[in-house]
């Protein structure tokens, strides 16, 4: 089992950046597959990126491919989401989220396939 922790989410600009950070208890983080979702008020949650467990392979959402990268440090427990550009679109509540699944990665879009997930840290991006 593992417990998830966002942080460094905030206020920013159009044309910012963010980095979000989650960080994981528990003794088998590496073995993990970690994923970004978010949710913006009055929508549903959406798939933001994600990346497998051993870090080679990565999958974003098309409106965020080139300006958001998802990253992990195992040996931190820690996975991370760089954003830049940001854009006022990107308002929202970002949740990490685990699995052990093994799946090809646009599978691992689906929310339903992540077992754990954090409380959310709010992103606002001011226009």
């Known amino acids: 089992q593992v417990q998830l922790v966002e942080s460094g989410g905030g206020l920013v600009q159009a044309g910012g950046s963010l980095r979000l950070s989650c960080a994981a208890s528990?003794?088998?983080?590496?073995?993990?597959?970690m994923a970004w979702f978010r949710q913006a008020p009055g929508k549903d949650r959406e798939f933001v990126a994600t990346l497998t467990w051993s870090a080679r392979s990565t999958y974003y959402k098309d409106s965020v491919k080139g300006r958001f990268t998802i990253s992990r440090d195992n040996a931190k427990n820690t996975v991370y989401l760089q954003m830049n550009s940001l854009e006022p679109e990107d308002t929202a509540v970002y949740y990490c989220?685990?699995?052990?699944?093994?799946?090809?990665?646009?599978?691992?879009?689906?929310?339903?396939?992540?077992?754990?997930w954090g409380q959310g840290t709010q992103v606002t991006v001011s226009s």
């Open positions: 528990g003794h088998t983080f590496s073995a993990y597959a």
């Open positions: 989220a685990a699995t052990l699944t093994r799946a090809v990665l646009p599978v691992l879009s689906v929310a339903s396939m992540y077992n754990y």
